[in-house]
């Protein structure tokens, strides 16, 4: 089965058009995804022009890989968070999700949005063989940040009656295609304009003037928003402190009723997560997601997606056929919260990146902070989320992540995964060595070869192929490539040199 999401069916902005030419907005958004579009919203809410440009289709990017969860916490433990941020910001962070929640449910309100939007529970449970101690230090963490929370034995999944769990009221999810389809409608009513297949080379500032360049044209706006998933224009210390793991989701059919309509997610490590999504008739859609790791870094999907289905049907009774599978990537930061504000690169330039695992919260969240910022407001969130803040106390999250960059530099001087492209079967991929070079190479079904440099456009790290998603994936940085060498995920920007065979 091919990577496609639940939500990938809806066509968002379904008129939006190539950048052919010259134009010029007060603000210019780059990236369709939620951060993009909401962006989008708030700014043409409050008067101001705005133009939205991506180098796909509109929200084709991560946020249609999305499990959609929405939940006003840390991600990684509000008592994970707390250790390296302190109660105040934490508390501030943990403010700023559910104010995003708010918002979204306003939004959908106020727009008739038809989009599954429903508040309810969220469970914590303890997972297989895990200490029971972790429920305790996360209820006194939350707690102390002020958001409420309730202690349970036992959850409505199956053998875990006995379990440790957390009960977090008021966590909420939703159709998030069915969603941005409405907000994007809304923003084209209000004078918004979107570029699709569009793909921005360059963002620079010169006299207060910020030029977004593109392949075929050019936005000249007073300010820009980089909403790309990572940022395009600060091009190496922003993603010091970010690191991309991919995340797997499939889905099965289940009768209506056969468990509560909440969210669940456990404590193992990954972690994995349980939802529900209304369909056809009395059927309902579990989300079952997990099994992350660093990107780039195993090329497993099938296991994978075999681990996940077996541990959903030894908790979920009445489990019915799969419909489908596929991963996305998001991106964690050292410290857990975003990067989203000013651009230190610039002064009109502003940015939103870093989801940690709450990538729709954080879209929502950052296009009510930056919208503020682009009218020179203060707000209470900008110090949380400062792109340039440097912090001490996740020192050992920084180290961590950044030894991917030192190992993925050193396999420069490894054999190649092959030793000839004889070897490489059809539909396969595969790292050459040639010379002193890696070529990344792909043959097609047709047998047609399909020769890159394995070194990535943004600063030069090895690649890796990725057989389920079909490209090439940055384990620094999380840029991603098609067989043609065509970036398809920021921060890369350029493609792939080409090499003759």
């Known amino acids: 089965m091919t990577s496609k999401s639940l939500w990938m069916d809806i066509d968002v902005a379904p008129d939006a058009r190539v950048l052919d030419g010259a134009q010029e907005c007060d603000v210019a958004v780059i990236g369709s995804g939620i951060a993009g579009i909401s962006t989008a919203y708030e700014l043409c809410q409050r008067g101001k022009s705005v133009i939205v440009i991506d180098r796909g289709r509109i929200c084709g990017g991560m946020t249609s890989r999305t499990s959609a969860h929405l939940a006003p916490l840390c991600d990684d433990l509000v008592s994970e968070m707390t250790k390296i941020r302190g109660h105040e910001a934490t508390k501030l962070f943990c403010d700023s999700q559910a104010a995003a929640i708010d918002r979204i449910e306003e939004i959908q309100k106020i727009e008739k949005i038809d989009c599954d939007f429903r508040r309810l529970d969220g469970y914590l449970f303890q997972g297989r063989d895990m200490p029971s101690d972790i429920i305790d230090q996360e209820m006194d963490a939350v707690r102390e940040v002020g958001a409420p929370v309730h202690r349970l034995m036992g959850v409505s999944l199956k053998g875990c009656e006995g379990r440790h769990v957390l009960r977090y009221p008021r966590q909420a999810t939703f159709h998030p295609l069915k969603y941005l389809a409405g907000v994007a409608k809304a923003c084209s009513e209000n004078g918004v304009t979107f570029f699709r297949d569009s793909p921005v080379v360059e963002v620079t500032e010169d006299n207060g003037v ?256 990725n057989s389920f998603e079909t490209c090439w994936d940055c384990p620094c940085h999380g840029s991603m490539f098609d067989v043609d060498g065509q970036p398809i995920n920021a921060p890369a920007i350029g493609p792939l040199a080409r090499v003759e065979d």
């Open 210 to 465: 910020v030029t977004v360049k593109a392949a075929r044209g050019a936005i000249r706006a007073k300010h820009a928003v980089v909403a790309t998933n990572s940022s395009i224009s600060d091009r190496f210390a922003i993603h010091t402190k970010t690191a991309p793991y991919r995340t797997y989701v499939i889905t099965f059919e289940i009768k209506r009723g056969a468990i509560p309509d909440a969210l669940y997610w456990d404590t193992e490590d990954p972690y994995h997560y349980v939802r529900l999504q209304p369909g056809p008739a009395n059927t309902d859609y579990v989300l079952v997601g997990g099994e992350d790791h660093k990107s780039g870094e195993a090329d497993d999907a099938d296991e994978r997606f075999d681990r996940l289905e077996a541990w959903a049907r030894s908790l979920v009774s009445g489990l019915g056929k799969e419909t489908h599978r596929w991963s996305g990537q998001v991106l964690d930061t050292i410290d857990y919260a975003g990067f989203i504000g000013r651009d230190s690169g610039g002064k009109n330039i502003y940015v939103a990146m870093g989801d940690s695992g709450q990538g729709l919260t954080h879209g929502v969240a950052g296009a009510m902070l930056n919208t503020s910022l682009v009218f020179g407001e203060d707000h209470p969130w900008k110090d949380i989320y400062e792109p340039g803040r440097v912090p001490l106390k996740a020192a050992k999250n920084f180290v961590t992540e950044n030894i991917t960059a030192f190992k993925s530099f050193a396999e420069y001087a490894a054999p190649g995964e092959i030793n000839s492209l004889d070897d490489l079967k059809l539909g396969k991929g595969a790292v050459v060595r040639r010379g002193l070079k890696k070529l990344a190479a792909f043959r097609d079904e047709a047998g047609a070869l399909h020769l890159r440099s394995a070194s990535c456009t943004h600063v030069g790290c090895h690649l890796h192929w």
